[in-house]
């Protein structure tokens, strides 16, 4: 009796959608075992060599760049939400959507772009020459770290600025009003009321920005600052090295792991709850100085972020527009857009399996959802490690049908093909997928699916009829979302992709890294017109949260 029951439960519980969620978990779970089954091998001599003289400055490069940036980000993002939150200025409505713009600029298209810029020959000072003014070398130099904090601060504040600004806006009107009639200066109604509450949106910001630096290969490698990231690269193309490039990749994915269970254990037995119905916060109208120096202050972060770059991008692109535009440039676009499009529908159809699955609240759904979108966090080389090993052994378990079939010539057929490139994006865009669509689902409520299964429907025939009409919206944002992010990511590109195969973001590392700028220039504002499609998508969901 006690088997039966089991079995029934087993039926009820494990049906095509759930047994689909837990296989794609499971294969998820591969590149990471792979990763970790590195530190279980004995150590080569190049992994001793590198633990010896390397990787404590790997180690400390990634603390210290992704410490300051984290600071420098909160320094930066949570005054520009305050301001634009709670106060009423000249040209705030646009600065309340221009200041997300930054975002679609990738940061090592910033790098090398204002890298140029500020250079000898660059437009600064040459143009400073031309007014009598010189500058010494040293304020001006762009390079290190210092030149790393500068783009990630200026180009990744807009996650801790969005973030910030909606949960002011919504969740602290009530109190931030309240204070205000109580007589508190402003000073004091920021410090002591609206930045505690604000807390938890923050660090959510800074865990994006982290990652985010975590995760760089372009702006480091271009500086060339020594991190987790660079080591990787170094260790897999300067040695060949792949072993001693996976026991890099476990260093960091520790430290990522890490990061996740501190920011988990600083949040331990703290609830924010706000009780009543959110409503928009009353605006403060600044006058005089007060309006004036909050207007500059927007404008100036704004026009290093987003129109300073984009001006000097276009000026190039001008300038190298025939050497560039060439049938190659097409294949390169081709290339972006193709493959794009074809893992942002395998991540859209893993989305819907996966929240459909989830939608009820059980541990295993919840544990579920949190696994199948772990890979966003996950920076990319370490991804791109986990998953070429993977390949390998697949294509040694193959190797007899591939002797069998004739293609004994190319052992490692898996390994140096596209879907090995596919694979890495599905898994590491899975979350930007998952988030809308859970989204949607949440939006839509369960009462059609409930009415719909009443009516004797199955869970497939509910979901394909009844559910995705309703979710056609959610869908789209998800699918556009990941598209985007996949045609500016970098480090799984390079180190993924096959033999002669580039990419917009590739294409452009290149330029840059060969000193090509002014060529770079024209795929770096194809990236950046995409990127701006997500920045566009992210306010018009903000802006239906509102209402």
Not at 309 to 320: E, K, N, T
Request: hydrophobic fraction near 55%.
């Amino acid at each position: 009796m006690a088997f039966a029951r089991f079995v029934r439960l087993m039926r009820r519980e494990l049906d095509g959608w759930r047994l689909a969620g837990l296989g794609w978990a499971a294969v998820l779970l591969l590149p990471f075992l792979f990763i970790f089954s590195a530190w279980f091998a004995e150590p080569n001599e190049q992994w001793l060599q590198i633990r010896a003289y390397l990787l404590r400055d790997y180690v400390a490069g990634t603390v210290r760049l992704t410490v300051l940036t984290g600071l420098l980000t909160v320094l930066l993002g949570v005054p520009l939400a305050w301001l634009v939150a709670a106060h009423d200025f000249p040209l705030r409505r646009f600065f309340r959507w221009a200041l997300l713009l930054p975002l679609a600029i990738p940061p090592y298209i910033a790098a090398y772009t204002y890298s140029n810029m500020l250079s000898y020959t660059g437009v600064v000072q040459k143009t400073l020459r031309g007014l009598g003014v010189e500058v010494p070398q040293k304020w001006l130099a762009f390079g290190s770290v210092r030149g790393a904090l500068f783009s990630f601060v200026l180009f990744l504040y807009p996650y801790v600025y969005l973030i910030a600004r909606s949960f002011m806006e919504r969740q602290c009107a009530s109190w931030v009003e309240n204070a205000r009639l109580l007589g508190a200066r402003p000073l004091t109604v920021f410090f002591r009321v609206a930045l505690p509450m604000a807390r938890p949106a923050v660090a959510g910001g800074v865990a994006l920005v982290v990652y985010e630096v975590l995760g760089d290969y372009g702006v480091t490698s271009y500086f060339g600052v020594r991190t987790l990231t660079t080591g990787i690269f170094q260790t897999w193309f300067g040695m060949y090295d792949v072993e001693s490039a996976m026991r890099l990749a476990s260093w960091l994915m520790a430290a990522v792991v890490g990061l996740f269970f501190l920011e988990r254990w600083l949040r331990r037995g703290r609830l924010y709850h706000v009780s009543g119905r959110p409503r928009p916060m009353a605006s403060v109208r600044l006058r005089g100085p007060a309006a004036a120096l909050a207007f500059a202050f927007c404008f100036l972060v704004f026009a290093l972020g987003f129109l300073i770059p984009v001006l000097q991008l276009i000026a190039w692109a001008s300038l190298a527009f025939g050497d560039v535009w060439k049938p190659q440039f097409w294949r390169w676009t081709l290339n972006t857009v193709a493959i794009a499009a074809v893992a942002a529908f395998a991540v859209t159809a893993i989305s819907l399996v996966v929240a459909n699955v989830c939608r009820r609240k059980t541990a295993l759904n919840q544990l579920l959802a949190r696994w199948v979108t772990a890979g966003y966090a996950m920076p990319g080389a370490v991804i791109a490690i986990g998953i070429l090993a993977v390949f390998i052994e697949l294509d040694r378990l193959l190797a007899p049908f591939y002797a069998a079939a004739g293609w004994g010539g190319r052992p490692l057929l898996l390994s140096t093909s596209v879907a090995m490139l596919v694979f890495g994006y599905v898994i590491r865009f899975t979350a930007t997928g998952y988030n809308a669509v859970e989204a949607g689902y949440e939006s839509i409520g369960s009462r059609f699916t409930e009415s719909a299964r009443l009516l004797g429907h199955g869970r497939t025939r509910t979901s394909f009829r009844v559910e995705m009409p309703l979710l056609r919206g959610s869908i789209a944002v998800g699918f556009l979302l990941t598209f985007v992010e996949i045609c500016k990511e970098l480090p799984l590109a390079l180190l993924l992709r096959p033999f002669n195969f580039e990419t917009l973001a590739t294409q452009t590392y290149r330029y840059a890294k060969d000193e090509q700028i002014i060529q770079a220039a024209l795929p770096s504002l194809l990236v950046i017109a995409v990127s701006l499609l997500s920045v566009a998508i992210l306010h018009m969901a903000e802006r239906r949260m509102q209402r």
